[in-house]
C-alpha cells in the first residue's frame, strides 16, 4: 500500500468515526424526546390532577414501620408468610431478647405493587408505633439511562458492521477493535446500572422493627411475682455458682500456704508445751 492511499484509508475511518459519534449524539437526542409522554391535561373538576399518571413513572418506594406486638416470634412468622405470598422475600433479618422482652427487625423486598398489601399486614400483627414512607421518582434518571444505552448499543453495531464490511490494514483493525472494547464495556456498566435501577422500581423495600408491649408491674402482679422471684432465684444461683468457680480456681493455689502455715502453727505450739513455764518473779 502507498503512502497516498493508506493516508486516504486512515481519513476514511476517521470520517466513518465521526459519522458513528453524530448518530450516537442524535440517539440520546431522539430517545429522550421518546421517552417524555405527552402532558395530559385535568379531568374536569379535577383540582392539582397530575400530568403524567402514577402508572407510567417509575418510582422507588421505601417504608420504616414499627409494630407491637404479643409475641415476635410468632409475628414475625406471619409476616414472612406474607411476603412470601405477595412473591417478595427477605433480605435480612435479626432477632434480640428472649420471653416477653423481644424485638426482631426485618428488611423485606416485596414487588411495588403488593407495598400497600404488606402494609396493611403489618397493622393486623398488631399496633403500629411509627410509620414512613418515601417515595423516589427516577423516571428522568432512567430516561436519560436507556438513552445512554442505546447509543452505546448503536456505536457497537455500527463498529461491528465497518470491521466486517469492508477490508482494512492491520492498524486499522487496531484502532477498530480497541474502539470496539471501549464501546462494549460502557454497554456493560450502562446495563448493570439499568438493572440495578429496575430492580429497585419493581421491589419496595420495607423495613420492619417488631417489638413486644411493654406492660406496667402493677398491672399483672401474678406474672410480676413470679418473674421477681424467677430473677431472684437465678441471681442466687449465679452467686453460688460464681463462688464456687472462684474456690475452684484459686483453692490449687492457697492449699500449699495452708498447709505450710497449718505446719508452723503445729511446730510452734509443740515447742511451747515442751518449754517448762518461766520462774514467777518475787
Not at 16 to 23: I, M, Y
Not at 72 to 84: C, H, K, M, N, S
Request: one cysteine or more; aromatic letters at 2%; charged letters at 20%.
Amino acid at each position: 500500500m502507498t503512502i497516498p492511499s493508506r493516508t486516504s484509508s486512515l481519513l476514511t475511518v476517521f470520517a466513518l468515526l465521526f459519522a458513528l459519534a453524530g448518530c450516537a449524539k442524535a440517539a440520546p437526542e431522539s430517545a429522550s424526546s421518546s421517552a417524555a409522554p405527552v402532558a395530559a391535561a385535568p379531568a374536569p373538576g379535577e383540582i392539582g390532577a397530575s400530568p403524567l399518571a402514577a402508572a407510567d413513572r417509575s418510582l422507588v418506594v421505601t417504608m420504616d414501620v414499627a409494630v407491637t406486638v404479643e409475641r415476635v416470634d410468632d409475628a414475625a412468622a406471619r409476616l414472612r408468610a406474607a411476603v412470601e405470598k405477595a412473591g417478595g422475600f427477605v433480605a435480612d433479618s435479626h432477632a434480640s431478647g428472649a420471653n416477653e422482652r423481644q424485638t426482631a427487625r426485618l428488611e423485606l423486598h416485596v414487588p411495588a405493587g403488593e407495598a400497600r398489601g404488606i402494609r396493611a399486614a403489618l397493622g393486623e400483627l398488631g399496633e403500629v408505633t411509627s410509620a414512613t414512607e418515601k417515595v423516589e421518582d427516577v423516571t428522568e434518571q432512567r430516561a436519560d439511562l436507556e438513552a445512554r444505552l442505546l447509543s452505546a448499543r448503536t456505536q457497537e453495531k455500527r463498529l461491528l458492521e465497518i470491521m466486517s464490511g469492508r477490508a482494512a490494514s492491520i492498524q486499522e483493525l487496531f484502532e477498530a477493535e480497541r474502539e470496539l472494547a471501549r464501546v462494549r464495556e460502557n454497554v456493560e456498566r450502562l446495563e448493570a446500572q439499568e438493572r440495578v435501577m429496575r430492580s429497585k422500581v419493581a421491589l419496595a423495600t420495607v423495613r420492619v422493627s417488631l417489638s413486644t408491649k411493654s406492660v406496667a408491674a402493677w398491672q399483672t402482679p401474678g406474672p410480676s411475682l413470679a418473674r421477681a422471684g424467677n430473677a431472684g432465684v437465678q441471681a442466687a444461683t449465679a452467686v453460688a455458682v460464681y463462688t464456687a468457680m472462684a474456690a475452684a480456681a484459686i483453692g490449687p493455689t492457697l492449699a500449699p500456704v495452708l498447709a505450710v502455715l497449718a505446719a508452723v502453727v503445729v511446730v510452734v505450739r509443740r515447742r511451747r508445751a515442751k518449754s517448762p513455764f518461766p520462774a514467777a518473779v518475787g
